[in-house]
């Protein structure tokens, strides 16, 4: 399983984030190894709102995050017990400049150990294409690697680490480094609650100086309802001049085909 987890870090799949800022994100979730079952079709719903951000694009023509708010419906299946297809459409955002547009779409493939919740150790990785659309980013490809790295310390504790590596398909010297981290209470059942980084140190051969790197810190709480509603509600706050200064994210996921057996 390792010896793939590396081959996807050489193969360099990962969205271009530039080091002079916090880009716009659709998604702004730690994976923690988790899949649909099999034959299991699940829809998970991303919406984000910057109520305080970067008042300029990050590229000329671009998406303002300063009062943007931005998503994407995420659609899934586990194919095996170990391998979930995704695939993400349409993205959206609106800004106070351009207004409400679509900005591409994503395909996943999601590889994770079988059964991570019930284990202590868990790893996986995730793989994204996307196609943007000129409003969304410079290059009209991009892809992400994101290796999953996660302990359930106890019934209560989980510490999970996603170390993401980016590209534009413009050279291994400008492989963007972009992790998250997510530290998780799970103080009763079908709650948590958890505090997120989500960084951007610019590229690995050129780490950005600190004053230019971007770090948010979220708080988080997630809820499970009895109907298998997944909801999850966050606060970030960023800690640098090249982050967002705030930013509000919802995500609400549920299978949309119950399995019948197990």
């Known amino acids: 399983m390792f010896r793939w987890?590396?081959?996807?870090?050489?193969?360099?799949?990962?969205?271009?984030?530039p080091a002079r800022a916090w880009a716009q994100g659709d998604e702004i979730q730690v994976?923690?190894?988790g899949l649909a079952p099999v034959g299991v079709f699940n829809l998970t719903v991303h919406n984000n709102f910057t109520p305080k951000g970067i008042d300029t694009p990050s590229f000329p023509g671009g998406v303002t995050a300063n009062r943007s708010f931005n998503g994407v419906p995420e659609w899934a299946l586990g194919v095996t017990n170990?391998?979930?297809?995704?695939l993400y459409l349409p993205l959206y955002t609106r800004d106070k400049t351009l207004g409400f547009g679509l900005d591409g779409f994503k395909l996943r493939t999601l590889f994770a150990v079988p059964h991570a919740e019930d284990r202590r150790f868990v790893y996986g990785a995730?793989?994204?294409?996307?196609?943007?659309?000129k409003r969304w980013d410079e290059k009209r490809f991009t892809s992400e690697v994101r290796p999953i790295i996660g302990w359930h310390l106890s019934p209560k504790y989980d510490l999970i680490i996603n170390p993401i590596v980016d590209t534009a398909y413009d050279g291994l010297k400008n492989l963007e480094f972009v992790p998250s981290v997510r530290f998780a209470v799970n103080p009763v059942e079908r709650w948590s609650v958890a505090l997120e980084t989500y960084s951007d140190f610019g590229r690995v051969s050129d780490i950005a100086p600190?004053?230019?790197?971007?770090?948010?810190?979220?708080?988080?709480?997630?809820?499970?309802?009895?109907?298998?509603l997944e909801m999850e509600f966050g606060i970030g706050v960023g800690v640098t001049d090249a982050s967002d200064k705030v930013t509000l994210k919802m995500i609400l996921a549920k299978d949309l085909n119950a399995r019948k057996t197990r």
């Not at 987890?5 to 984030?17: E, P, Q």
């Not at 995730?126 to 659309?133: C, K, R, T, Y």
């Open 5 to 17: 987890l590396t081959l996807g870090l050489m193969l360099s799949l990962g969205l271009a984030m």
């Open 31 to 33: 994976y923690d190894g």
């Open 82 to 86: 170990w391998f979930e297809a995704g």
């Open 126 to 133: 995730n793989f994204e294409f996307s196609i943007n659309a």
């Open 210 to 228: 600190g004053a230019e790197q971007a770090h948010q810190i979220f708080g988080v709480i997630d809820h499970t309802t009895k109907s298998g």
